[in-house]
């Protein structure tokens, strides 16, 4: 669950810098609100992705369908949280719906769903095949040696 999580953060963070790099653009680029949307907006679609992963995986053999909640559910509360923040910051509700529908119309909440499909397959991926660490050849446990 960690792993996947650190990686649905890395995977994000890279998707949407090439995305700015791409368009030339910021992600947020209403002047004059600082970096807390875009922080804060982060920090919540990765402590959703991280819960809703682990309710995923405490069940014995979780299914891949559930990837599509995750990330869904991830890019939603991104979203919301950003759109709460610049609300809050800026005490303008037509400023943060326009944040807001920025990110979604300019596809950084496409890179978020789409970096939670994969993370979230990846994770269930992992619990699913029971992957263990690997080890060394000395290590295993041969009986018929």
Known sequence: MVLATIGFFALAVFGLGALSVATDTDIIAVPGLGQAPGAIGMLSAVVVFALMLWSTLRRGNPSYVATVAIALLAGITHLAAVWITVLIGSS?????T???????????SAVL??????????????????????????ERDDDGE
Do not use: S
């Not at 303008?92 to 943060?96: E, F, G, M, N, T």
């Not at 789409?114 to 000395?138: F, M």
């Open 98 to 108: 326009a944040v807001a529908g920025d990110l979604v119309r300019g596809g950084a």
């Open 92 to 96: 303008d509700l037509v400023i943060a």
């Open 113 to 138: 769903v789409v970096a939670g499909l994969i993370a979230a397959w990846g994770g269930i991926a992992l619990r699913r095949t029971r992957a263990e660490h690997p080890r060394w050849p000395w």
